[in-house]
């Protein structure tokens, strides 16, 4: 079935002020539902989930003016109780942080909480995501390898919202040597390529806000195409 809901796919870097034209034509294409829900898992092992949630209430709330509402989703466990469900169910926009993809999809894969979140997709909501959040989305994910070479990076399937796509967030400063890692990996492949606090919304059609770019690599041949703020993107619609 065609996609009928709203994606939104930052490179990293959220909730700062760059990112601000991102999610405003993210919350505009979602019909400015004036709350938003920050599911913090990708944080949870790397990072402080209350100094997100701080910031989130700083620059969701106060700047952007929605209400925030933390769903408690920090382990696999999380991701069958009813109140988390039912939250990410309800949603009218759902907001994955970025941090650390592998567990991020270890929680989320195959679970009801993923399942919450595609029907709440299926009926018109509003679903973002940034750097973790948004590669998780995707056909191919790349991750760390114990060997330090970026270009080293494996692959595992990812939620596969967007199939035939891999995803490279933070492509102006770590992610460009992900690169071949994605042609070895994810080989026939579209490759996204996201500078930070820059996205692509879909919301009927693709398009392109922030102050960076977004290459898109087809089939992961060169050169990419190049696209900068405001551009729209003819690319096919993702399907679930």
């Not at 997100?52 to 696999?76: I, K, Q, S, T, W």
């Not at 270009?151 to 933070?170: F, Q, T």
């Not at 070895?184 to 930070?196: M, P, Q």
């Not at 692509?200 to 977004?214: D, L, T």
């Amino acid at each position: 079935m065609a996609f009928p809901g709203v994606l939104g796919l930052l490179g990293g870097s959220e909730m700062g002020g760059a990112c601000e034209p991102f999610d405003r034509a993210l919350l505009a294409a979602a019909g400015n539902p004036g709350e938003v829900a920050i599911v913090p898992t990708a944080v949870v092992r790397n990072g402080s989930v209350s100094a997100a949630m701080a910031n989130a209430h700083r620059y969701f709330g106060r700047r952007l003016g929605l209400e925030v509402h933390e769903v408690p989703l920090h382990r696999r466990s999380d991701a069958s109780r009813p109140e988390v469900v039912g939250a990410l169910g309800r949603s009218p926009l759902t907001y994955l942080l970025g941090g650390d993809p592998g567990y991020l999809l270890d929680t989320l894969l195959d679970s009801p909480a993923w399942d919450a979140i595609r029907t709440s997709l299926a009926g018109g909501a509003a679903l973002a995501g940034s750097s973790a959040g948004a590669m998780v989305a995707c056909e191919t994910l790349l991750l760390r390898s114990s060997n330090p070479s970026p270009a080293a990076r494996h692959s595992r399937p990812g939620l596969r919202l967007m199939p035939g796509v891999v995803l490279i967030p933070h492509l102006n400063n770590f992610g460009a040597a992900w690169l071949a890692a994605a042609r070895r990996e994810a080989l026939g492949r579209d490759i996204v390529g996201l500078d930070e606090s820059t996205g692509m919304v879909y919301g009927g059609s693709w398009s392109v806000h922030g102050p960076g770019r977004v290459k898109l690599w087809r089939k992961g041949e060169e050169p990419p195409q190049v696209f900068q703020d405001g551009d729209p993107v003819r690319w096919r619609a993702p399907r679930l």
